[in-house]
């Protein structure tokens, strides 16, 4: 790590430039505290100059990544865990790192996903979306608490000039950093179209049948609604809505040409600071009720439920069991909370632990991945069903999505409640566990419900 306050861009680019052969490239990454910047209006930004763009927040907190552009893609077919860290970890070894800051989320950071199965079917809805894929982004600006930092990431050639390439980065900085709001009129909904909704109340029948004659407890069953705006979708006024009205969440946006995968998921999978982990168990599920006494009344239900407190247990037990390969002192409370969002509330448990040496946040999202409350128990039969059964290709609905730094820092959410965007039509994903005295049209109604903080900010019903 090299720590650098004083050079200006100029010589850091020429110093890169210098070193280099001929057809050679090298990954240089510059990061600057600067003032306070929204970092939704630099997403805005960005839409006019045509790059690809990403978005991370945690709102319990206060930390955000957007970033612009693509300085390097990292992707990976076989055995993608292991190849994408070793990947990551080369990328880190050979690039020059001008952060002298100890923040998370700052320097070289990759922000990215996968699919949910790499054995199922692909189909043509996440065509622009790789299998696996982490990009560093060209321009990054990171909320951490009260403080700010813009990071560019630019991969210099032997031909570039220092001061022409530092004029043209500067210039874009400039731009990306002056305030732009997101437009303020809203989406509205033309149509919406539920998919093969008998077809997939049989699938849930058949579940049942299955948990009922096999070792299986539980499957997990997702479904699509597709939706048609009244215009192209402005992903940074969805942002804008998302963050007001979906807090202890995890708000998203992938962008790859005109499709964005975005979201906003109260799961998250994996958060890796300073070596000290903190994995959640999100399961079991109720809406919110419609005055104070009646939502203590559907808290109070959900906290006895016989079904959400097993299958919320299935989960905590799943974690626990997975964390203790790779950490020491791992915690796991006696009993869960209950862990209200905007339009639903859910069972929650916190698991804690410090990572053990030689490990790394990939370690955890494989050994995690699927979690018990978006795949089932076992796991391996549970996947296999739904490989089998399920109508939808998941792509990256339900699996992680997230981002690490060459610090060995990093989060991952499980990216439910979410669209994938494209244009002026949007696909919908929510999911249900099916245990062997679950009702279809019970499941059915959950899923509903389910889909209700995406509809909201895409003019539909909230």
């Known amino acids: 790590m090299i720590e650098v306050q004083d050079k200006q861009l100029e010589e850091i680019l020429e110093d890169a430039i210098s070193s280099l052969s001929i057809n050679k490239v090298q990954l240089v990454s510059i990061t600057k505290k600067i003032q306070p910047k929204n970092p939704v209006c630099f997403f805005e930004a960005a839409r006019q100059i045509e790059k690809d763009r990403v978005f991370w927040t945690s709102t319990n907190d206060a930390f955000s990544i957007a970033g612009v552009g693509n300085a390097y893609d990292i992707s990976a077919n076989e055995n993608r865990f292991q190849h994408i860290e ?3 970890k080369q990328v880190i070894d ?12 700052t320097g070289l950071v990759s922000l990215g996903g996968m699919d949910f199965d790499p054995k199922k079917d692909r189909t043509e809805l996440w065509g622009d979306f790789p299998a696996i894929q982490f990009t560093v982004p060209e321009y990054m600006l990171t909320k951490y608490k009260e403080n700010y930092y813009f990071t560019i990431n630019v991969l210099a050639k032997k031909t570039d000039h220092p001061i022409q390439l530092a004029n043209q980065l500067r210039d874009t900085e400039r731009f990306l950093l002056t305030p732009i709001k997101a437009e303020k009129e809203k989406l509205r909904m033309l149509t919406t179209k539920v998919i093969a909704p008998e077809e997939w109340k049989k699938t849930v029948k058949k579940a049942t049948e299955e948990i009922r004659h096999t070792s299986i407890d539980k499957i997990v069953l997702a479904r699509e609604m597709r939706v048609k705006l009244n215009k192209n979708a402005n992903i940074a006024t969805i942002l804008d809505q998302l963050l007001a009205t979906q807090s202890n969440s995890f708000v998203f946006a992938f962008e790859r040409n005109n499709n964005c995968f975005i979201g906003a998921t109260p799961e998250r999978l994996v958060k890796i600071e300073n070596k000290q982990l903190l994995s959640t168990c999100l399961a079991g599920t109720a809406p919110r009720g419609k005055s104070e006494t009646e939502d203590r009344q559907i808290s109070n239900q959900l ?3 016989e079904k959400n407190r097993e299958e919320h247990d299935f989960v905590v037990q799943m974690i626990k069991k997975g964390l203790n390969k790779y950490c020491v002192n791992v915690h796991v409370p006696e009993e869960p909370t209950v862990y209200p969002l905007k339009n639903l509330q859910h069972l929650y448990t916190p698991v804690t632990g410090k990572l053990k040496a030689g490990y790394s946040i990939f370690d955890i999202v494989e050994q995690l991945h699927p979690t ?11 996947i296999t069903f739904i490989r089998d059964y399920e109508l ?4 990256w609905y339900g699996a992680p999505v997230g981002w690490l730094d060459s610090n060995d820092n990093g989060e991952f959410a499980v990216a439910i409640r979410s669209a994938l ?3 002026d039509e949007a696909s919908l994903f929510a999911g249900c566990g099916v245990v062997k005295d679950s009702i279809p049209e019970a499941e ?3 899923t509903r419900i389910k889909f209700t903080p995406m509809l909201s900010v895409l003019g539909g019903e909230s």
């Open 86 to 88: 070793l990947k990551w």
């Open 444 to 446: 059915f109604e959950e």
């Open 372 to 382: 018990p409350a978006l795949g089932g128990v076992p796991r391996n039969d549970a």
């Open 303 to 305: 906290f006895h439920d």
């Open 392 to 395: 939808l290709d998941r792509g």
């Open 421 to 423: 965007i494209q244009n």
């Open 94 to 105: 050979q690039a020059i790192i001008h952060n002298s800051f100890d923040v998370p989320g």
